[in-house]
């Protein structure tokens, strides 16, 4: 529990204070002016939500370093001391921690300076803490496993960063068979999942809980009961010659959960029997809980992406987080593989994805396409840059639904007639 010192309108407070004592010569005391920065920081950090926190530990940290915060991090989050700090609202000592994890007290003190300076935990005595909203996030597995992920496959490359990029002179990375994961792990981060099990389950947790501060959920800014239905709702010419018709294939959906939050909003709009598909790699669905999605009436099918769509003439293709893993050659082939699936002024592609501004990127956006870059050799891509992968491919934009600038958007397209 935070203590009382931590309330916005008291740190508000300290910041006056702290700026009323700096001399006008801002440089001159060094003492002053720290004193401010830490108070801006405090109160920063506290009008910050848990997942704002949790991005910021990701991408952008103004607090400690990214090359400390995010292993420590992670360390903390394996050890166990979020779990057990999570599990009773009351403070607990470093010697608590260290019985209760099995771990060392002195690494459990000195890490824990780490973290309480960047406010993850809070300090109430000496080496003694107790959890704040970002440490009960971190206790939960769907928000923990991306962090995992950043320390263990990406950080290695972002601390390699430029000596990649000096041996291939400075060019960008363009070939996902030769990005900064391949120089270093020696294959692709998909092999490299199939080599390591368990590294790939967490990766499918992580891709579970990461709409998380991405902004609104598609189905809070995609019109699909105008966009997805005609004049008569759903019972189209197509669906109606074709009850067995699909409605919505969710491309390398993972475990299903985009899908199975669709279904519940079939279910709210009345839009029923109408048949929903979830694709990933086989080693993916085999780890989906078949009975589960069964039972809210998805199908779940083994499937390569790059390989020729098996679902004929659906009225959607979904693809959440997929295309900014990929060069644009590998995008183009995925984007020929359905095509070729879909029937031309019926079928349509929705893309959610992150639809980068020409200008004035935030930092995390930033982030986030760098770590393209080096994990795939992939990137966020700006309309620009979408229109002209999908007119490449014979598709055209028909609308870009977003619901503001930097938030994850909705894109629209279909085949060219």
Known sequence: ???????????????????????????????????????????????????????????????????????????????????????????????????????????????????????????????????????????????????????????????EFPTYLAKTSYAVPSNSTSSPFVHHFGMMQWDYFKAHPERGRSFN????????????????????????GDDDGFATAHEADEPEAVLLVDVGGGRGHDLRDFRGWTRENGVLGRRLVLEDLPEVVADVDRAAISAEGIEAVGYDFFAPQPVKGAKAYFFHSIFHNWDDDRCRKILRSQAGAMRRGYSKLLINEIVVPEMRASSIMAGLDIAMMALFAGLERTQAQWSALLESEGFEILNVWQEHEGAEAVIEAVLKD
């Open 205 to 228: 947790t992580f891709q579970e809980g990461q709409r998380q501060g991405r902004g609104a959920h598609w189905l809070d800014v995609y019109p699909a009961q105008e966009r997805l």
């Open 1 to 159: 529990m935070s203590s009382q010192s931590s309330y916005p309108g008291v740190l508000v407070q300290e910041v006056i204070n702290a700026a009323k004592a700096l001399p006008s010569d801002v440089f001159h005391d060094d003492q002053a002016r720290q004193q401010l920065q830490e108070a801006m920081l405090r109160l920063s950090s506290a009008l910050d939500t848990p997942t704002d926190r949790i991005w910021q530990i990701s991408f952008q940290n103004p607090i400690t370093p990214q090359a400390q915060l995010l292993p420590v991090t992670c360390t903390a989050i394996e050890a166990g001391w979020f779990r057990a700090l999570a599990t009773k609202n009351s403070p607990k000592t470093a010697a608590d921690l260290a019985k209760a994890t099995g771990t060392d007290e002195l690494l459990i003190a000195r890490l824990m300076r780490v973290l309480t300076a960047a406010g993850i935990v809070d300090e109430t005595a000496p080496q003694t803490y107790a959890a704040t909203p970002i440490t009960n996030a971190l206790a939960v597995p769907k928000v923990y496993e991306g962090l995992r992920h950043l320390a263990h496959e990406a950080l290695p490359l972002w601390t």
